[in-house]
């Protein structure tokens, strides 16, 4: 089983910029592909981004030029930076992660195709 706790979430104004962490512990695979999920109040949850367990990062468009994902294997942590917060990106955001299969990396923007879950940390991003 692998443990995901995410960090780093807090109240910015727009425009900030606000770093995000997501560590892991337990039984690590070593190709866990992780990735990052948010969820605004009374909307369902969506893609933020992903990043393969060898490096190789997806986006969504909506965040693409503002957010950047990176892994710092040694510490099996994953990182959000995101830069010009706006009022639109408050949510809860939420950390995953699968174990590639059959060599074969999954670092999409379907919710159910990652195993683990994260309990979330709050971003608020005020006007």
Same mark, same amino acid.
């Given at each position: @089983?692998?443990?995901?706790? &995410? !960090?780093?979430?807090?109240?910015? /104004?727009?425009?900030?910029?606000?770093?995000?962490?997501? /560590?892991?512990?337990?039984? %690590?695979? !070593?190709?866990?592909?992780?990735?990052?999920?948010? /969820?605004?109040?009374?909307? &369902?949850? &969506?893609?933020?981004?992903?990043?393969?367990? %060898?490096?190789?990062?997806?986006? *969504?468009?909506?965040?693409?030029?503002?957010?950047?994902? +990176?892994?710092?294997?040694?510490?099996?942590?994953?990182?959000?930076?995101?830069?010009?917060?706006?009022? &639109? *990106?408050?949510? %809860?955001?939420?950390?995953?992660?699968?174990? !590639? +299969? !059959?060599? +074969?990396?999954?670092?999409?923007?379907?919710?159910?195709?990652? *195993?683990?879950?994260? @309990?979330?940390?709050?971003?608020?991003?005020?006007?």
């Amino acid at each position: @089983q692998v443990q995901l706790v &995410e !960090s780093g979430g807090g109240l910015v /104004q727009a425009g900030d910029s606000l770093r995000l962490s997501c /560590q892991a512990s337990g039984r %690590i695979p !070593s190709n866990l592909d992780m990735g990052w999920f948010r /969820q605004a109040p009374g909307k &369902e949850r &969506e893609f933020v981004g992903a990043m393969s367990w %060898i490096g190789v990062p997806n986006y *969504d468009v909506s965040v693409k030029d503002r957010f950047t994902i +990176t892994r710092d294997s040694a510490k099996n942590t994953m990182y959000l930076q995101m830069n010009v917060l706006k009022p &639109e *990106d408050t949510a %809860i955001y939420y950390c995953a992660a699968v174990a !590639s +299969t !059959s060599g +074969t990396s999954y670092i999409g923007n379907q919710a159910g195709r990652y *195993d683990y879950w994260g @309990q979330g940390t709050q971003v608020t991003v005020s006007s």
